[in-house]
């Protein structure tokens, strides 16, 4: 059986109880299905409804009803998954839904797998795989500058720009290969300098969209983020305050916290995945060393390092080490207990980009902290409006296409033939039709909709 001969169900809501619930079927048999389990109030057959219509009726299996519900017709091509479409609106009960489901299962429909609506819509050429990848952002977006970038993708922003990319290159490409494809038929010889200004007007757009890609995932993906430093200095206060409730456990105690606790926190428009370590400290207990080498090690991996330092203390060299393991990361100095006297040398704080003061334990200095990683994080900048790269995948087909276009410049600048420049710039164009999903292999197309939530 084809994968699109299948007519696949799903419940498109949360499974938890609510005013409402959707069953969302798709496929050829959608509607001959629906008809199977819906009963409408005012006598007319489902299969007589035009698309974009709505019945109120009844859903009953075996002629014994289940609830009241809606049912919703949208008829192929003009749907989400460019397929016949039906969706059953019933009471949100968990119960209920799920009774739903079933009677739609028995009736003749399979469950769909993760993503399999976003993925027949991607397939039956309703959207792209960046505007697909865009869908799973909407829905994970936790801010609003997350929205807004995951809304200005769903819209094609990042596809049209790509487009526009690999149709320069495109035609150039044909030119080339025509060029030298057919040499009897006097074609005139594109020039090198014509070359050279498409190449690096396309390489100059797509340098822009690496250049904000750090700080455009941070607005659509969050941060892994880590709170570092010394035993004592605030790290789980700074935790609870960040997370809005006793998240970790604070006591006098050095060593109080030996194990990573994590949370996720909204600071100012960006999420960070936070994490709060053991105190960074030589020490000879086995079960607090196993902390500490835990802490390092996060800190090696995290995005944003948070590096607390204690102002009522002096500085010593516990705080040094911390200073030599946060070099070459993107980190935010946090001064904590300003409200207390000053023993600590500030000066010694200088090496950081950003420095900020605040008291944990009174809660002050949040907003300028917030300030402070948006400024680090760049996000504070970031145009939500314009394209930008939102994953990994994307981010390795941009930069691939870098390398490949930057291998044409290069041959052309040293007097290479023209077919080598050509396969140079055909190299390009497959990654950014990669990028955008048009010559994306089906390992790669399986391995996106998989992340994606049961229902879209």
């Not at 829905?139 to 487009?163: F, H, N, W």
């Not at 052309?412 to 055909?426: E, H, N």
Request: charge should be negative; charged fraction near 25%; include cysteine.
């Amino acid at each position: 059986m084809s994968e699109f001969s299948k007519t696949i169900v799903a419940v498109s809501t949360p499974v938890a109880a609510g005013g409402i619930g959707i069953i969302r079927i798709s496929g050829s048999s959608a509607i001959e299905i629906a008809a199977k389990v819906f009963v409408p109030s005012s006598g007319k057959k489902v299969s007589e409804m035009k698309g974009y219509t709505a019945a109120h009726g009844y859903v009953a299996e075996n002629g014994k009803k289940i609830d009241e519900a809606v049912l919703l017709v949208f008829k192929a091509p003009h749907s989400y998954t460019g397929e016949d479409v039906a969706e059953i609106s019933c009471h949100g009960g968990v119960y209920i839904v799920g009774r739903v489901l079933r009677a739609v299962l028995a009736a003749g429909a399979e469950p769909a797998a993760p993503g399999e609506f976003t993925k027949r819509a991607f397939l039956n050429g309703k959207k792209d795989l960046t505007e697909a990848e865009a869908v799973m952002s909407m829905i994970s977006a936790q801010g609003e500058q997350g929205a807004s970038a995951a809304m200005t993708a769903l819209e094609g922003a990042l596809s049209k720009k790509i487009r526009a990319a690999a149709q320069t290159l495109i035609t150039d490409s044909a030119y080339l290969a025509a060029w030298v494809d057919y040499p009897d038929d006097e074609i005139e010889e594109i020039s090198t300098d014509k070359l050279l200004i498409d190449y690096n007007s396309v390489l100059a757009q797509l340098k822009q969209l690496l250049s904000t890609y750090d700080a455009g995932r941070a607005v659509t993906e969050g941060v892994d983020t880590v709170i570092v430093g010394k035993p004592n200095v605030g790290k789980s206060t700074l935790m609870n305050l960040l997370s809005g409730f006793d998240r970790s456990i604070v006591t006098d105690i050095a060593g109080t916290t030996r194990d990573v606790i994590e949370d996720t926190v909204r600071l100012g428009n960006v999420v960070l995945r936070l994490a709060d370590t053991a105190g960074i400290r030589n020490t000879g207990n086995e079960v607090e060393k196993i902390g500490v080498d835990f802490a390092v090690g996060r800190l090696e991996r995290a995005a944003l390092v948070l590096a607390v330092f204690d102002l009522s203390r002096p500085f010593d060299e516990e705080d040094e080490k911390i200073i030599n393991l946060c070099k070459n990361k993107r980190c935010v100095a946090v001064a904590n207990k300003d409200d207390m006297d000053t023993r600590f040398d500030k000066d010694k704080l200088s090496i950081f980009d950003s420095v900020v003061y605040v008291s944990a334990k009174q809660g002050t200095g949040a907003q300028e902290l917030a300030k402070a990683v948006e400024k680090a994080l760049g996000t504070d900048g970031v145009d939500t409006s314009a394209a930008l790269l939102a994953n990994e995948r994307q981010r390795l087909c941009c930069q691939r296409a870098v390398d490949c276009l930057t291998e044409a410049v290069n041959a052309l600048q040293l007097g290479f033939t023209l077919d080598a420049v050509t396969v140079s710039t055909d190299a390009a164009v497959d990654e950014l039709l990669a990028l955008t999903g048009e010559r994306a292999g089906d390992a790669v197309v399986s391995e996106i909709f998989s992340r994606f939530c049961v229902g879209k």
